[in-house]
């Protein structure tokens, strides 16, 4: 077979699946074979055509003639068969690897070939594409539930990017107050009661931890400032309904970002870290009740207006009147008593004896 043409097609050139085949139809009409074929000729011709195309490699046929019958559809007519073979077979030829070739037929299966390698190329892009655009709108889900937002799983591309387009930056926080935060946006590691201390801790009127207030103090504040709660509320970012319905969540307490009490507690300028002591202190005060969210707010606000009610000016008081011991007491009256004379107004008084003139 050293003479032999190299096959038309590649190896590689694999159309099965592929149902459709382009027909030149003025190629085909023009062409030696329907010209001079017969019906059943021209019919056998064009099924092996099309059996060609399904073939490894595309546009080839095995040189074997019980099998060349058998894709003609005449295997249990071998007559026939040998009857329309030759215009049937026409314009195919015997290349190199044994197989038979059509020169038309190889043309459409190279270009198609090619355009199922874009195709494949296209549909794996599409693929990545949708996953890509899967994996995002999870990550957006994920964020917005994180914030105590709830959507529809149908709800558009569109409204999940304005929505998480609307979340707050997280806003940087200190040591003291990431254990905090991180009972909105993550999970706090260990048993919160773990290293609780055996001994009470002094808390103040509303149950607030006064120790760490003080300690607060001591790393973040500047001598001199009030250690109430308020003041950490004006160091901290305005919460979302979200981040303050999460927050009551977090301690069992059912609520939803859409309250119209929520909302106004945001609006007010409410933060998660006073939200999260209300809870703590509703849940101390009825610790075998359910916890209502209005509960919690009547705390929080309470907390709010008293800390941020102005604080009274301290008068100065004046300086105590020094207290005198007995004998500066008696050298006082007797002075007076003395001037007294001297100007000859002598005053009564029990305790000395007047001075005789």
Not at 255 to 279: F, H, K, L, W, Y
């Amino acid at each position: 077979m050293a003479d032999l043409p190299e096959p038309l097609t590649p190896t590689d050139c694999d159309l099965t699946g592929y149902r459709w085949m382009p027909l030149d139809v003025i190629r085909v009409i023009d062409s030696d074979t329907f010209g001079i074929s017969t019906g059943d000729e021209f019919k056998t011709a064009f099924r092996l055509w099309a059996k060609s195309w399904q073939q490894v490699p595309a546009a080839s046929l095995p040189d074997d003639d019980r099998v060349l019958a058998h894709l003609a559809g005449l295997s249990e007519n071998l007559t026939k068969w040998k009857k329309v073979r030759e215009v049937a077979l026409r314009g195919f030829i015997k290349c190199s690897d044994g197989r038979l070739y059509h020169p038309v037929i190889a043309e459409k299966a190279i270009e198609a070939m090619g355009k199922r390698e874009e195709h494949a190329e296209r549909e794996e892009n599409e693929q990545s594409r949708q996953q890509r655009y899967r994996e995002r709108r999870k990550e957006m889900f994920e964020m917005l539930r994180a914030h105590g937002i709830v959507v529809p799983m149908k709800t558009k591309m569109e409204e999940l990017e304005r929505l998480v387009a609307s979340l707050p930056a997280s806003p940087s926080v200190t040591s003291d107050t990431q254990s905090v935060t991180q009972s909105v946006t993550g999970e706090t590691p260990g048993d919160v009661t773990a290293n609780a201390s055996a001994t009470p801790q002094p808390r103040d009127s509303h149950g607030y931890d006064m120790d760490m207030d003080i300690d607060k103090d001591k790393k973040s504040k500047p001598k001199g400032t009030n250690t109430r709660l308020g003041d950490s509320e004006a160091a901290c970012v305005r919460a979302t309904p979200g981040q303050l319905s999460a927050a009551m969540r977090k301690h069992g307490i059912s609520s939803q970002p859409g309250d119209p009490r929520i909302v106004a507690a945001s609006n007010a300028g409410m933060t998660v870290e006073t939200i999260t002591a209300a809870s703590l202190e509703a849940q101390a005060k009825k610790p075998n009740e359910s916890i209502k969210p209005g509960y919690v707010l009547a705390i929080a606000n309470a907390w709010h207006a008293e800390a941020s009610a102005p604080q009274p000016t301290p008068t100065r008081q004046p300086p105590a009147a020094h207290r005198m011991n007995s004998d500066e007491q008696r050298r006082a009256i007797s002075d007076a008593n003395g001037a007294a004379w001297l100007a000859q107004s002598q005053p009564s008084d029990p305790n000395v004896i007047d001075m005789e003139t």
